[in-house]
């Protein structure tokens, strides 16, 4: 009760302040909404900043209404976990690279519980596996390299000529080539991994971002923010042999595993490219909707799709939702709230979860995949950003 | 004769391939100043190239893409003296084939040039001006404006002073013309936002020189008493949009208060500290290309430029048509390091775009402030907003 008249005490201030933005009178229906998923999720900051005196009550009011939500959560998630537990464990480890605290956290996918901290260079981003699965490697960008952990060891072994602020990467399917994004000069750079020397570039468009590679290794597909292209680069030649236009910013690139489709999302324009690998055209376009949600906040990052090519989960960024959306339909089936800023994600080698990296309330989102439901919160550094996972 | 008949009609069709193979030219044109007026920093001195300069950066970027579609974009400039007829400026730079020119004009000098090139079709992208007119009483078919208007930049410091409970105002004013206008929406900011304005005061421009040897021992005497006997207020809010006081005011004022509007805490479009949203990138770039930090009119400028090659590989177009029914479209919008995606107002031509708050250091935040709601967009919490407008659009 009390929480209620707190609530509708939030919603009527709200609307106050829309009055004064606005002569139109008639956004309340879409304040509820709008104002609800904020009451869900509260960062450390705002729980701190609702304790400053004079500060925004919608902070403190929503810290109330998070606890109490949390509570319930934790209830469920205990005995979703009871359940979980009860299972063969599965032994998996997730690295997520945090780009505020430099560091990189591990996590034990049996515990969902960070296991170890790992300091890195500077603004660690575009995180992965090597295939073999002994090392990871973690571009950091503001230290204009990609450093390589040991993965039994958690130490930095070496460091790549990646060229100038690397942010994503892709290997080809023997881990030999790596092919990395640099976002200051407009390249492409290719990396033997082995002898772990630069052995060419491609020049693409303006600030390249996402890197994928064709399911037969043929073609390695880069995406640039500005130019607002995939760009498809022969890999035996190293050449450009198509671009298509996609919406602003394209940020982030996905094969389907038989080939047929190449997904690409756009932040900016809010939208995900569905492209004919073959033809090179877009022939279809995802658009999301949340409720109450303005159109921009709406930003397609991170991308992942199920080995069976039957279902897909796009990260929405600052809707602070996934979309789960049918991969052969291309219709949105679900939203899934998770924290805020969602930036990327990796399954785990089973597909039995999904993990997602919440870059403004500093936490890790698990997802059971089957269930599409999120049931578990790990808080991990400062503004993760990355993810990759593998067996333990 | 056969022979030179033959040599003939290989030279055309090697003519045409050549012609064929040649990227499609599309000529941006930019009318500037000359000149610029003195500042009170130093610092604050904008460069020869201020606004060009990012122009040029969004060629460049313009041409990366265009490699990519066979389009290939020119700048051709000209700066205005005091006295230059604008509106033959203008035409001069239709003459040469241009469909767009970016202007960073004073508000008379750009209804001239607009009104001269109305009926050739040409479209002008005003990079400069903020006179909130242009967009309203005075606004023009022909004219898009990717600089923010004096009432969004005045909304979006109202939102942060009013979220951080800075509520009481002291309000001080110049007293020429853009100064009053500052002044003007800062008080409809006030208004809508729920500040209140304790008291207003006019510093009178009595003339004299913003450099002199012995400058600083008569400031710090003259400010304190200028800031004396103010009923309580939280933050000064001053509107000096012709550099004559505003910046001598923080660390001076009577009481120990802080600074916002024209000195202390500013509202700008653009600033050389922005490293959100990818925006490193773009410095970086603006940076190699210009051995010189972005301001906001360069970004203003570079946003104009962008949003030409951004319709141009839209409508995969070189025809100005063609390029202004994309601009014109429904979905058309332009990613600018603002952590949105920036489209434009329909009823008037203006880029909607958040407001960034700057100490001359850090941003410090970015406006629209959470908590201010829209039914449309919450970037049409700043500034006139559609049921508000005065423009009719021709």
Redesign the interface.
């Known amino acids: 009760m009390r929480n209620e008249s707190r609530i509708s005490k939030l919603v009527s201030r709200a609307r106050r302040s829309a009055k004064r933005c606005s002569a139109d009178p008639g956004p309340f229906q879409a304040l509820r909404s709008v104002t609800a998923p904020a009451l869900q999720r509260t960062t450390p900051q705002q729980r701190r900043a609702a304790l400053r005196p004079g500060h925004d009550s919608i902070a403190k009011a929503g810290h109330r209404v998070t606890e109490r939500a949390m509570t319930r959560g934790v209830i469920a998630a205990t005995f979703i976990l009871s359940l979980v537990v009860s299972t063969p464990a599965s032994a998996y480890v997730a690295y997520v690279s945090n780009e505020k605290s430099n560091t990189v956290s591990v996590i034990d996918t049996d515990t969902w519980a960070v296991t170890a901290t790992i300091k890195v260079g500077q603004r660690p981003r575009g995180i992965e596996f090597t295939r073999d699965g002994r090392f990871v490697l973690v571009a950091v960008g503001d230290d204009d390299t990609i450093e390589l952990i040991d993965a039994a060891t958690h130490q930095i072994v070496d460091k790549l000529p990646s060229g100038p602020d690397p942010e994503l990467f892709v290997q080809d399917q023997s881990g030999k080539t790596l092919y990395v994004a640099n976002e200051n000069d407009n390249t492409v750079t290719i990396i033997d991994l082995e002898k772990r020397v630069r052995t060419g570039d491609v020049q693409v468009g303006v600030e390249p971002e996402g890197m994928a590679i064709s399911p037969d290794g043929k073609i390695l597909i880069n995406t640039s923010e500005t130019t607002n292209m995939a760009h498809f680069i022969d890999t035996a030649t190293r050449q450009i042999v198509g671009n298509v236009l996609v919406d602003s910013r394209p940020r982030f690139a996905e094969f389907k595993r038989d080939n047929s489709e190449l997904w690409v999302s756009s932040e900016i324009g809010g939208t995900v490219s569905v492209i004919d690998p073959g033809k090179r055209e877009v022939t279809g376009k995802i658009s999301f909707a949340v409720p109450g949600m303005r159109r921009e906040a709406i930003q397609p990052v991170g991308i992942a799709m199920t080995a069976d090519g039957a279902t897909a989960f796009v990260a929405l960024g600052p809707a602070n939702r996934v979309a789960v959306v049918d991969a052969k339909t291309h219709e949105v089936k679900k939203y899934l709230l998770v924290g805020q800023r969602v930036w990327h994600m990796a399954f785990t080698p089973d597909e039995k979860y999904l993990l997602v990296t919440n870059g403004v309330s500093n936490d890790v989102s698990v997802i059971d995949v089957a269930a599409q439901k999120v049931f578990k919160t790990i808080q991990v550094g400062e503004l993760p950003w990355g993810i990759t996972i593998a067996p333990k | 004769m056969i022979r030179a008949m033959a040599a003939a009609l290989l030279l055309c069709a090697l003519g045409g391939m050549a012609r064929a193979a040649e990227p499609v030219e599309i000529r941006i044109g930019y009318l500037g100043r000359a000149a610029s007026t003195p500042t009170l920093s130093l610092l604050d001195q904008p460069a020869p190239d201020d606004g060009l300069a990012g122009a040029r950066l969004a060629i460049e970027?313009n041409n990366?893409?265009g490699r990519?579609?066979n389009q290939r974009f020119t700048l051709d400039d000209i700066r205005l003296k005091d006295g230059d007829d604008p509106a033959k400026a203008a035409v001069a730079l239709a003459d040469r084939g241009t469909g767009f020119i970016i202007t960073d004009l004073a508000a008379d000098d750009l209804l001239q040039a607009a009104d001269a090139v109305h009926d050739r079709g040409v479209m002008l992208l005003n990079a400069g001006a903020i006179d909130d007119r242009l967009r309203e009483q005075d606004c023009r078919g022909n004219v898009l404006h990717t600089a923010p208007t004096r009432s969004m930049l005045a909304d979006g410091l109202a939102q942060y002073l009013v979220?951080k409970?800075w509520k009481r105002w002291l309000l001080v004013v110049g007293s020429h013309d853009e100064d009053k206008a500052f002044g003007d929406a800062l008080r409809r900011a006030a208004t809508?936002?729920?500040a209140k304005i304790v008291q207003e005061r006019v510093f009178e421009d009595t003339g004299g020189a913003r450099r002199t040897d012995s400058g600083v021992t008569l400031i710090q005497r003259q400010m304190p008493v200028f800031t004396q006997s103010a009923p309580a207020y939280d933050v000064l809010v001053a509107a000096d949009e012709s550099e004559v006081f505003a910046n001598y005011l923080p660390y001076r004022t009577w009481d120990p208060r802080p600074v916002a509007g024209s000195a202390g805490l500013k509202p700008v479009s653009w600033d050389a500290a922005q490293d959100q949203w990818?925006a490193?990138?773009m410095q970086?770039?603006f940076m190699k290309l210009n051995a010189r930090r972005m301001s906001a009119r360069d970004m203003q400028a570079w946003i104009a430029a962008?949003m030409i090659g951004?319709a141009a590989?839209?409508g995969?177009s070189a025809e100005p048509k063609a390029l202004r029914a994309v601009l014109h479209g429904p979905d058309f919008?332009?990613?600018a390091f603002k952590?949105?995606?920036l489209s434009l107002r329909d009823w008037n031509g203006q880029l909607r775009q958040p407001i960034l708050l700057v100490d001359g250091r850090m941003v410090v935040s970015v406006s629209p402030q959470?908590?201010?709601?829209?039914?449309?967009?919450?970037?049409?919490?700043l500034g006139v907003?559609r049921?508000?407008t005065k423009c009719k659009l021709k």
């Open positions: 970027d990366t893409t990519f579609l979220w409970q809508r936002f729920g990818g490193v990138q970086n770039r962008r951004e590989s839209r995969n919008a332009i990613a952590g949105q995606r959470e908590g201010f709601l829209h039914q449309f967009s919450e970037l049409d919490t907003d049921p508000e």
